[in-house]
């Protein structure tokens, strides 16, 4: 590891195994699992909110269904991102256009996916940051932005590819990330 990655995760000590999310289980559990979180169901090796009929009546009726929290619930907890993107040179009125935009495009890959949230969404000044608990969002989000809002993009990989950060800098910033 260089002395450079370091410097996007600050949690890299937490993790143990470096090839893998560790917050994901090593085997897929039994059964099926309702997090107490966000109420997302995991059954069939999948996690999801739209859990068909029958799945559903069993976790209501609480039979086979065992309570946990979700791996994006303990990352959030835990406060442990795996992914960040942040906006530089965004006007007051194009922020305020692109937060209704990356919550719309959050809902829309929860639906396929329960495991992508925004954990956080910090000011500081002119930069904003958002935390999300997957890489894969934050990628997402960082395309969205770049689609309909122009400006550019740029992807940083930190600790073993398991944490992004993606920066996105409005047209007007003429000054290159560091
Ligand atoms: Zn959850």
């Given at each position: 590891m260089t002395q450079g990655q370091k410097r996007y995760n600050?949690?890299?000590?937490?993790?143990?195994?470096?090839?893998?999310?560790?917050?994901?289980?090593r085997w897929s559990p039994k059964g099926i699992l309702n997090c107490r979180g966000c109420g997302a169901v995991y059954y069939r090796r999948r996690w999801t909110l739209t859990p068909p009929p029958e799945v559903r009546d069993l976790v209501e009726s609480r039979e086979e269904v065992s309570n946990t929290r979700c791996p994006a619930c303990r990352k959030i907890r835990d406060h442990y991102p795996s992914g960040e993107l942040r906006l530089l040179g965004a006007t007051p009125k194009e922020k305020r256009e692109m937060l209704l935009m990356l919550r719309n495009e959050e809902e829309r890959a929860r639906e396929k996916?329960?495991?992508?949230?925004?954990?956080r969404i910090l000011a500081d000044g002119t930069e904003w940051k958002i935390e999300t608990t997957t890489e894969k969002l934050a990628q997402r989000l960082g395309r969205c932005l770049e689609k309909a809002f122009g400006g550019s993009v740029v992807y940083k990989w930190g600790h073993n590819n398991k944490f992004v950060r993606v920066i996105w800098q409005g047209a007007t910033v003429k000054k290159k990330v560091a």
């Open positions: 600050t949690n890299y000590k937490k993790r143990v195994n470096v090839e893998r999310d560790t917050y994901l289980p996916n329960p495991l992508e949230r925004i954990m």
